[in-house]
């Protein structure tokens, strides 16, 4: 059988496991997942009354210019409604990023550890990854700027990026556009933006659009917005850039439920807000346990923490699931003695503390 010549050099993408899996595997009743930085709140009751009522309309394919969420999107970030492209969750945007702007040999420049998926579509795409390690767990803007080279198409910038969850500061970002070849495309991944937009010196990418006619800001519903198994992103470009990401569109690619979700989303502001004070106190209770528990954690601006562990982080995820409770062991990205958990709700937070308590402790 042959295959496309660059698919058998993507590694495939491992996920957190689906809690269903882990009952079975098991045989647990109640298992939590802290692994895929997902909201842990059901919905808003708005949102779920927009899915119902949009279900008996699935005989219909979904209207693929996705017209009423563009117009209110176009509103809320005022730029004009052909500047935005949806995609099946962002992730799609990066690949039809690749897609649209990258050749067999071009290069693409993003951290070391970064977003698996930049990496993924890269390879794919036939590209070549140029990885800049991070510095601590901070972007190294300075060398991902010296990495461009005339051969560079994209630049990814997750801000903030997963798996450390930091941010770019404003200065470095604006360091970094300033003198850059607008044939460099640069992808800045707002996917956690929500959870950073108040920090002091985050700077949030829409506001280059108007100076950079180079840059896709990508946006997404899964994160904040609870809508991860709908799969609903979208991308503010450039009108020239968005028509050329829309090309690499598949037709039909946002279910029409999707479409009504995140629209319904949109106008429930206060439900989201309110999640959004929930989670941002529930990350500092989990902070304040780790700390008590004498482990050191990633200071990022997102629903995630990044934990340091004095033993193998793939043996206490392990262990963690036998319990109930589903982390992400931060081993493919690198950090061997890590784990990854994301900001549940206050119930499951304080039982992933008691459980990771009584597992360290049966270490010592
Ligand atoms: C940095 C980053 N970007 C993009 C995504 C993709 O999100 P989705 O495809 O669900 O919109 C994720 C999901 O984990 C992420 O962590």
Redesign the pocket.
Known sequence: MKTNKHILKVKPYVGGKPIAEVRRAFGLKRVIKLA??ENPFPPSPKVLKAITSAVGDVNRYPDGSCYDLRQALARKHKVSPEQLVFGC????I?VMALRAFSNEGDEVVMAKPS?M?YSIAATAAGARCVEVPLKGLDYDIAAMKRAVTPKTRLVFI?NP??PAGTFSPRADILAFMKGLSKDVLVFF?E??FEFARDEKDYLDAMALLQAYPNIIV?R?F?KLFGL?GL?I?YAVASPAVADILNRAREPFNVTSIAQAAALAALKDEAYYENILTILKHERAVLCAGLERLGLSYSRGATNFIQVRLAVSGADMALRLMKKGVIVRDMGSWGFKDQIRVTVGTPAENRKFLKVLKDNLQGDQ
Do not use: K, P
């Open positions: 895929s930085n969750g962002s992730d799609e990066i977003f998926v997750g990026d997963n991944d996917a956690y990508a997404t899964s991860a799969r992103g």
